[in-house]
């Protein structure tokens, strides 16, 4: 991993042999036999996974498979109705207290930024710091400052985010999410609304993040990143774990004729 | 080569608790504690108030008979006292009253007349509903600008060498009537013109267009009212005279011109920049491009705020009952004062209240629709 | 090139366009007909106007202002500016009818937005039975007639049901409502007890500014957030026991009292008023309620999504998120309300509470037949008010416009 890591600073799309170590192994979060239903819909079916500490997911699927309803569960942002989730020990169930806790740990990722636009950018960043976990002013301000500096627009910090492009603005939301120091990261198609000469700076703020150990839970069509950073790729369908395996099996060699389906599909043109 | 065949598990029926009439009622009436507790209060609320009104409405109110001793009852010590419920027999012996005013409720020979005009309107109307009926617009346009000389010669008369029901004598829901579709039709005209001129380049008469239209927006359609029966007189040669229904429509007219510009202007504001510059494009001059391509366009666009601005017109005619005109509430008004149905006013509110609510309810469920369906139109 | 060269002067003049062509000319044939066209029928109206007024024998002016009112306001009952039948004059009847109308303004707009706010926020509860019975009064409030509402009010619920004085419905001394209006207990302030009112709500209002800047400087500082909006009103129940217990003696209560047929004393709010305030607000609350469901439901569902994965919980989620941003767009529309309720109090003519259409525009001019003069002078009252609140809207826009690129 060291090697690795000192390899990869100048390329890091070119790490195809030795994979990260899947963390310490500690466990981080677990699904167990998820179920849930839009009312007579069943949407995710019998769900079970595990991500250790420090590991890098990436969920792919077709439109319509469940991945984003996924993964909004783990964020309690859906409910589900049958199974266990829970993050860092913490059991997701009807417990305002337990919900409030998994979210402090939980940063999220939105298609769309969501950033608030009354408020700007430093403002947005020092929001939840300040009311959630009770940071002075000026320490959140500071915070906010260095990580605005990590996602590298700190000039930025002043506007407003209907003044920032599209990238930029997705940048500021990692940001935000960062400033709640979290122990796990979901993005929900963090690129897919963005143009695509600004997919990339986005993803390389998401690569960076990755080598510094987070533990990470992507749902996305960027193959290029689950490549280079993926520990686990994960397929699903119909609302169901498809295939999962390690990013050069899945996508040199998938085991399953629906993931061969898809992958021709997508990685067609 | 040949890999796992894909076999999704069988999707299973949801939790029994979550979905049906159980899941609802958890979903919507007890989600938590508090939610259980704003339902109690609510089912309570409900049984205080919906029987006892559903009993005077309709249980224990009366309909039959033609006189007031039907509405009266022997009380617990033999008095005469009202009962319990709602006398809806008031209504029925002055609904004709209420309809179509006092000549025609006295020339029962002559209400035919009214109901002929009502009966023309509601079916010139219906085919504009009809989806396949191709000549909306031909129709359209005779129902604004046809029609109403119809309505005239037919409930006036004059023209039709009928008896003559001067326009003081016009009352009850066809006065209402009268003076609202007046009002919306003779303000379509200005309303076009004054929302074009307040988009033009000249700044006189954009400024001028400004001005009009904020003048009378600002001003409470009480006073355009008092104006128009207190000014208007003045402002013309002592030749020229005007009776009171007159006097208010040219009020209402020009009041509600002001409101159906700021509509149309609403509609040619949402109208794509690219309309205009292909009309110029194409070496369309003002008229031209006006007529032909942003206005079809914007009117249609405009529509539902044409319509709410008509339902507001529609309430607001019953103010004409503060100078002294004899429209649906007013009349009720006075049936409910006069020496016989004294004491039945709540009956005359509650019946002009609903017709008002039929149309005024269906009308803003209609603009809902044609918004909804006008957005998706324009959506990409 | 030399042809060109040879040309370039011929294309430096500007080419000769005929005059009926040039957009300039037309511009200006345009505007100056419409300035001749309203001149014309300015001049002509104002002919016909001096002709009219002349035959009617009336001279147009303002001489009449300090002429004696011959009639008596019903209902004057505000202390700003009080009429005496017999020595009040015509420019004093206008003043209160000024100022009964911006009374009834003021109180319907406050009660009002109270209930919008209210009855919004019932509309988009999570609880079906809840949101339809919010539902069933705006529809049922906006799909009727304001006048039809106020009649209904006045004369089938509140005359009716009200009980003659003898029968008042009384609660303790201090309220008593029956059909001659609510009477409510008058607080009287003499000697040193007004000095010491007044310094104590000024203290109170000093302690909480000052309040607000040490708890601002101590989140900064610490973290720590501080409960502001109790602790504010601790002070003020504070201030008001202490001022009570210092000039208890100096403050006393003039209740209203059964004399012969009627209550005398106390603060009365006649029963129309109250009726007329009571129409009002149920019918504009039912407009602002829709602006409200209308401004909470444009905060894009990801906005409160974002928020609560943030960690922030429900409250701080709507109090720093949500509310923030619907305020954007309930605003503008509701200070239409206001003004269209101001201009709605104009309908109390019909249950003849004194404002200024009713005491001017009606009264004034059957007596004195000034019609131009009273009628300019209402619809300016109408004017400035709604001037007032545009100034008002676009101060506020660009104030909270949000910035994009």
């Known amino acids: 991993m060291e090697n690795g890591n000192t390899e990869n600073t100048e390329k890091p799309a070119q790490n195809g042999g030795a994979p990260p170590q899947n963390g310490n192994g500690e466990m981080c979060m677990s699904l167990n036999a998820v179920n849930k239903w839009y009312g007579e819909f069943h949407v995710l079916r019998d769900i079970n996974l595990e991500v250790c500490t420090g590991e890098k997911l990436v969920v792919c699927g077709p439109s319509g498979s469940g991945k984003s309803t996924l993964i909004r569960c783990i964020n309690r942002l859906e409910e589900h109705q049958e199974g266990r989730i829970s993050v860092n020990g913490i059991e997701l169930n009807d417990d305002l207290k337990h919900i409030d806790e998994v979210r402090r740990e939980v940063g999220m990722v939105f298609q769309h930024f969501n950033l608030f636009p009354h408020l700007t950018v430093l403002q947005n960043l020092t929001l939840a710091p300040i009311w959630v976990r009770k940071t002075p002013k000026n320490e959140a301000e500071e915070m906010a400052m260095h990580f605005l500096k990590r996602v590298k627009i700190p000039e930025q910090a002043a506007k407003y985010p209907g003044q920032l492009s599209g990238g930029q603005q997705q940048r500021v939301a990692i940001a935000r999410s960062l400033c709640m120091k979290p122990k796990v990261m979901l993005f929900d198609e963090p690129t897919s609304a963005l143009d695509p000469e600004m997919i990339k700076e986005v993803l390389d703020v998401m690569v960076e993040l990755a080598r510094e150990g987070m533990t990470m839970l992507c749902v996305t069509h960027e193959m290029g990143f689950a490549r280079t950073v993926a520990d686990r790729v994960i397929f699903m369908d119909e609302g169901q774990i498809v295939e999962e395996n390690n990013p050069e099996d899945f996508f040199n060699n998938p085991q399953n004729d629906r993931t061969k389906l898809f992958l021709s599909q997508i990685l067609s043109h | 080569m040949a890999g796992a065949v894909f076999t999704p598990i069988a999707a299973r029926p949801a939790p029994a608790a979550t979905v049906g009439a159980l899941g609802w009622v958890r979903a919507n009436l007890l989600s938590s504690p508090i939610n259980a507790l704003l339902t109690l209060a609510a089912l309570y609320f409900a049984w205080k108030v919906i029987p006892p009104s559903l009993d005077w409405l309709f249980f224990n109110a009366t309909i039959s008979g033609g006189t007031v001793a039907e509405c009266k009852t022997a009380g617990e010590d033999g008095l005469i006292v009202d009962a319990p419920g709602a006398c809806w027999t008031f209504v029925k012996v002055r609904f004709l009253q209420l309809m179509f005013g006092l000549y025609y409720s006295g020339n029962l020979d002559q209400v035919w007349r009214p109901v002929l005009m009502f009966a023309l309107f509601v079916g010139l109307m219906i085919p504009l509903f009809v989806r396949s009926f191709r000549k909306k617009l031909l129709l359209g346009a005779f129902i604004v600008f046809g029609f109403p000389f119809v309505a005239y010669a037919l409930v006036h008369g004059e023209w039709l060498g009928l008896p003559v029901a001067d326009t003081d004598q016009w009352g009850g829901f066809m006065l209402t009537f009268f003076l609202a579709s007046v009002g919306i039709v003779g303000a379509l005209p200005l309303g076009i013109l004054f929302a074009l001129g307040r988009r033009s380049q000249m700044p006189v008469i954009r400024a001028f267009c400004i001005f009009y239209i904020e003048m009378w927006r600002a001003a409470p359609l009480i006073t355009v009212l008092y104006m128009a029966s207190n000014l208007l007189p003045l402002f013309f040669p002592s030749e020229v005279d005007f009776d009171k229904v007159a006097r208010a429509m040219i009020g209402i007219t020009l009041f509600q011109s002001a409101y159906t510009a700021e509509a149309i202007r609403g509609g040619l504001q949402a109208l794509d920049r690219g309309q205009f510059e292909a009309a110029d494009a194409l070496g369309f001059g003002f008229w031209k491009k006006s007529g032909l391509v942003v206005l079809p366009q914007a009117l249609k666009i405009s529509i539902p705020g044409i319509v709410n601005s008509f339902i507001e017109l529609f309430k607001d005619t019953t103010l004409v009952l503060i100078i002294g005109l004899f429209d649906l509430l007013n009349m009720a008004e006075t049936a409910s004062r006069s020496p016989e149905w004294k004491g039945y006013d709540l009956e005359a509110y509650v019946f002009t209240a609903s017709v008002f609510f039929v149309f005024c309810f269906g009308m803003s469920k209609y603009s809902q629709a044609l918004e909804r369906k006008l957005h998706t139109g324009h959506a990409r | ?405």
């Open chain 3, 1 to 405: 090139m030399d042809d060109s060269q040879q040309q370039q002067p011929a294309a430096l003049q500007p080419p000769k366009i005929p005059w009926r062509r040039d957009p300039a000319v037309r511009a200006l044939f345009f505007q100056g007909a419409l300035i001749a066209a309203l001149l014309w029928a300015i001049v002509t109206v104002a002919g016909n106007t001096a002709r009219n007024m002349e035959e009617r024998g009336i001279k147009i002016g303002l001489h009449f202002f300090d002429d004696v009112a011959p009639f008596s306001i019903p209902l004057d009952f505000f202390p700003f500016w009080s009429f005496t039948l017999g020595e009040s004059l015509y420019w004093e009847v206008f003043v209160i009818g000024v100022q009964n109308t911006i009374i009834i303004s003021v109180f319907g707009i406050i009660g009002a937005t109270a209930l919008g706010f209210f009855v919004g926020v019932l509309r988009l509860s999570p609880n079906w039975l809840v949101a339809k019975f919010a539902a069933a009064y705006i529809e049922a409030f906006r799909n009727t007639p304001l006048l039809l509402q106020l009649l209904f009010w006045n004369f089938a619920v509140f005359l009716p049901l009200a009980p003659p004085p003898r029968q008042s419905w009384t609660l303790g001394e201090s309220f008593i409502l029956n059909k001659a209006g609510l009477y409510l207990p008058n607080p009287v302030l003499t000697g040193i007890g007004t000095v010491i009112f007044t310094v104590s709500a000024v203290a109170a209002i000093a302690a909480i500014i000052a309040m607000r800047k040490w708890a601002k400087k101590r989140q900064e500082e610490t973290g720590k957030p501080f409960p502001l909006f109790f602790a504010s009103l601790a002070v003020l129940i504070a201030a008001a026991v202490l001022a009570l217990l210092f000039a208890g003696e100096q403050v006393s209560f003039e209740y209203a009292e059964l004399k012969g047929l009627n209550y005398r004393g106390g603060a009365r709010l006649p029963l129309i008023a109250f009726a007329l305030w009571f129409g009002l607000t149920a019918y504009t609350a039912a407009f602002i309620a829709e602006n409200v469901r209308g401004g909470i439901v444009a905060v894009a569902k990801g906005q409160s999504e974002a928020a609560r994965s943030l960690g922030l919980h429900h409250g701080a989620t709507l109090k720093l998120v949500v509310i923030p941003q619907a305020m954007r767009v309930i605003i503008p529309p509701t200070i239409s309300q206001f003004l269209n309720l101001t201009k709605n109090s104009s309908l109390a003519v019909a249950i003849g509470y004194p404002e200024v259409v009713n005491v001017w525009a009606g009264i004034s001019l059957n007596q004195t037949g000034q019609s131009l003069v009273i009628m300019a002078m209402t619809i300016g009252v109408y004017w400035v008010l709604s001037l007032l609140t545009s100034a008002a809207l676009n101060y506020y826009n660009t104030r909270v416009q949000l910035r994009g690129r």
